[in-house]
Antibody
Framework: QITLKESGPTLVKPTETLTLTCTFSGFSLTAPGAGMGWIRQPPGKALEWLAVIYWDDDKRYSPSLNPRLTITKDTSENQVVLTMTNMDPADTGTYYC????????????????WGQGTLVTVSS | DIQMTQSPSSLSASVGDRVTITCRASQSISTYLNWYQHKVGKAPKLLIYAASTKQSGAPSRFSGSGSGTDFTLTISSLQPEDFATYYCQQSYDLPVTFGQGTRLEIK
C-alpha cells in the first residue's frame, strides 16, 4: 500500500530556508502519470496547495509562492524534497506531502494518499 | 486562479441528520471537483473525486453531485465519526485551489 511520511525541522527562524523531505513507498514516481504534491495548512486556516512534481520531472508551483519554492525528487531514495526560502511567521503551519492520483494530464491534480503532516513553526 | 467558495463555513448537526455542503467555483470546471474530509491531527482523506465518484473505502452515506460551477456533498445519515472539516478542491486547472472548508460540529 502507499505510505508517505514528512520529515524536517519543527522550528525555523525568519529569513531561513525550510527543507522538508517526503519519504514514500508503495509506488514509483517514474511510472507515467505519477506525481506528488505538497500542501500546507496554517493554524485555523484552509488547505493551501504549494507544488507538484510529475513522473517526467515537470514541476508546477503556487503562483503566490513560486519564487520561494523548489520541489525535487530522488527516485533512487523514494523521496521528494520541498525547499522554501525566506521563511516568515506567516508560513507557520502543518505541511503535508500527498500522492497525486495517476493521470497523464498534468492539469488534473488531486490527492488520494497523504502523509500525517509535519508542523513547522517560524519564530525567532 | 479558480476560486472555490464553500457554504456554510460551519454547521451544527446531530447524529442521524442528513447534511449537505455546497461548493461553488468561480468558473466552469466541468466535473473536476473533489471532496476531502479532514480531522484535527490527521491526514486529509479523499472522499469523492470527479464530482460524484466515491474513493475506495469511503462510506456509502457520502455522495457528491454537480457539474459546471455548483457542487454538493451530502451525508445521508451523520455518524459520530463524520464530525470533521470538509474541503472541496478543483482539479480542472493549475494552480490547485481548495475551498475555505466547512466545519461540521455536533449539535
Amino acid at each position: 500500500q502507499i505510505t508517505l511520511k514528512e520529515s524536517g525541522p519543527t522550528l525555523v527562524k525568519p529569513t531561513e530556508t525550510l527543507t522538508l523531505t517526503c519519504t514514500f513507498s508503495g509506488f514509483s514516481l517514474t511510472a507515467p502519470g505519477a506525481g506528488m504534491g505538497w500542501i500546507r495548512q496554517p493554524p485555523g486556516k484552509a488547505l493551501e496547495w504549494l507544488a507538484v512534481i510529475y513522473w517526467d520531472d515537470d514541476k508546477r508551483y503556487s503562483p503566490s509562492l513560486n519564487p520561494r519554492l523548489t520541489i525535487t525528487k530522488d527516485t533512487s531514495e523514494n523521496q521528494v524534497v520541498l525547499t522554501m526560502t525566506n521563511m516568515d511567521p506567516a508560513d507557520t503551519g502543518t505541511y503535508y506531502c500527498a500522492h497525486r492520483r495517476d493521470a497523464y494530464d498534468i492539469l488534473t491534480n488531486y490527492f488520494d494518499y497523504w502523509g500525517q503532516g509535519t508542523l513547522v513553526t517560524v519564530s525567532s | 486562479d479558480i476560486q472555490m467558495t464553500q457554504s456554510p463555513s460551519s454547521l451544527s448537526a446531530s447524529v442521524g441528520d442528513r447534511v449537505t455542503i455546497t461548493c461553488r467555483a468561480s468558473q466552469s470546471i466541468s466535473t473536476y471537483l473533489n471532496w476531502y474530509q479532514h480531522k484535527v491531527g490527521k491526514a486529509p482523506k479523499l472522499l469523492i473525486y470527479a464530482a460524484s465518484t466515491k474513493q475506495s473505502g469511503a462510506p456509502s452515506r457520502f455522495s457528491g453531485s454537480g457539474s459546471g460551477t455548483d457542487f454538493t456533498l451530502t451525508i445521508s445519515s451523520l455518524q459520530p465519526e463524520d464530525f470533521a472539516t470538509y474541503y472541496c478542491q478543483q482539479s480542472y486547472d493549475l494552480p490547485v485551489t481548495f475551498g475555505q472548508g466547512t466545519r461540521l460540529e455536533i449539535k
